[in-house]
């Protein structure tokens, strides 16, 4: 099972948007909505942002968004901040009955 | 609350087993939908999944890693076992122990804090 394939980086100045997509095929993203996004600043866990591709949980900005289109989920930060720089990892069920994680992509916020 | 805890050696040698010890609390493993995974993610690298086990002792393991590894529960006790056999030094990671749950949610919505792992003779 392959890596989910993410930009390595993105950036954007405060106030900005910025889109982190995540590739996959038809056996994993391409099929199921189990798709999430974690957060993760640097020396801590991982996070939850957003879960079954579109949905957030209790307690994450709702300047967080995901989406998905075919085989690449997407996940849009709207009005950037500061606190938002971190490194961003995708996540999805996969045909194997097991999980697979993207590559990550580290968020500057210039 | 919802918390977990991983525990376990932090220096193993080539070729022996490893054996970690997630701990947790605020939930049951026993609760339909619950399940328990085991995520690593080497130092400077990528989160990979290693492992899963639900609350009706369904166990799911990375395709690739399958050979080396077992996950076992234990209700009574709170906790959730990894054991990964012939280590290696590409194995040097931070394991991380999360909560799942399947029926609402269904992604990793709480996990511990990480437990660094290095393989070395």
Redesign the interface.
């Known amino acids: 099972?392959s890596?989910l394939t993410q930009p390595p980086s993105v950036s954007g100045s405060p106030g900005q948007s910025v889109t982190i997509s995540c590739t996959g095929t038809s056996s994993d993203v391409g099929s199921y909505n189990?798709v999430?996004w974690?957060q993760q600043p640097p020396g801590t866990?991982?996070?939850?942002m957003i879960?079954?591709v579109s949905?957030r949980?209790s307690g994450v900005p709702d300047r967080f968004s995901g989406s998905k289109s075919g085989n690449t989920a997407s996940l849009t930060i709207s009005g950037l901040q500061a606190e938002d720089e971190a490194d961003y990892?995708c996540?999805s069920?996969t045909s194997?009955?097991?999980?697979?994680?993207?590559?990550?992509t580290k968020l500057t916020v210039l | 609350q919802i918390t977990l805890k991983e525990s376990g050696p932090t220096l193993v040698k080539p070729t022996q087993t490893l054996t970690l010890t997630c701990t947790f609390s605020g939930f049951s493993l026993s609760t339909s939908g619950v399940g328990v995974g085991w995520i690593r993610q080497p130092p400077g690298k990528a989160l990979e999944w290693l492992a899963l086990i639900y609350w009706d002792d369904d166990k799911r393991y990375s395709p690739s890693l399958k050979s080396r590894l077992t996950i076992t529960k234990d209700t009574s006790k709170n906790q959730v076992v990894l054991t990964m056999t012939n280590m290696d030094p590409v194995d040097t990671a931070t394991y991380y122990c999360a909560h799942r749950r399947e029926y609402q949610l269904r992604a990793f919505d709480y996990w511990g804090q990480g437990t660094l792992v290095t393989v070395s003779s």
């Open positions: 099972q890596a189990r999430s974690y866990a991982p996070k939850l879960y079954e949905n949980p990892y996540s069920y194997s009955s097991a999980w697979v994680f993207g590559g990550g």
